[in-house]
């Protein structure tokens, strides 16, 4: 697995922010996306996920942080036992870079895009850590069939989508904001005229909840 992408706080970093790609991508997607937040006292982390088959794609090795078997949303669609492991991974990383930097533990945002975005929510709803927010991207809630941890009970979490996603349906991500808003959790959710994107009115939307979340 390469090493993860590191962008430095332009003053003393006092926060963090770990984002994760989607299936076939890399870290170095989302990079760009830095100087749009606007927030100079936040260290950025974009990981790879390692390359291993992915069942769906014809068993191809690619990045992915799990196998995906079949695209029928349902039982054994995804290989939690994989995505609970790179749950652990990324979790790891934020304890090396939160030590290596002095940053408190209260000050850690997790993001995710599609496959990204269900390993945040793994982390999110089932994880040992408490985040000061979490952002769910084009994803879906993987590992539903059991019920949150009260871990992240406060935790404010953003969920974006967009109404012609192909990849992974509009309805899957608002499933996944739905459950959580009926665990009464502080979730929002948006959704846009686009596929499976991100869009600059939605980065814009996520900048003002990591200034809110992270001041």
């Not at 997790?110 to 999110?124: D, K, T, W």
Request: aromatic fraction near 8%.
């Amino acid at each position: 697995m390469r090493d993860p992408i590191h962008i430095p706080a332009r003053s003393t970093p006092t926060a963090l922010v770990v984002w994760l790609h989607g299936l076939g991508a890399s870290g170095d997607d989302f990079v760009p996306i830095v100087p749009m937040m606007q927030l100079p006292h936040v260290h950025w982390v974009f990981p790879h996920a390692p390359i291993q088959p992915v069942t769906i794609n014809g068993g191809m090795a690619m990045p992915s942080w799990y196998d995906i078997k079949h695209m029928t949303p349902g039982p054994g669609r995804e290989d939690t036992d994989q995505l609970r492991d790179s749950a652990k991974h990324i979790d790891a990383l934020i304890q090396r870079t939160l030590a290596r930097h002095n940053i408190p533990a209260s000050r850690v945002v997790i993001a995710g895009f599609s496959q990204g975005g269900a390993v945040a929510m793994e982390m999110l709803t089932h994880g040992p850590r408490t985040f000061a927010g979490g952002v769910i991207l084009s994803s879906y809630w993987a590992t539903s069939d059991s019920d949150p941890t009260d871990t992240n009970a406060s935790t404010p979490v953003f969920f974006g989508h967009g109404t012609h996603d192909p990849v992974v349906p509009h309805a899957r991500g608002r499933a996944a904001y739905e459950a959580l808003l009926a665990a009464e959790r502080p979730v929002t959710f948006s959704d846009w005229p686009m596929a499976h994107e991100v869009c600059v009115p939605e980065l814009q939307d996520i900048a003002k909840a990591l200034g809110t979340w992270l001041p």
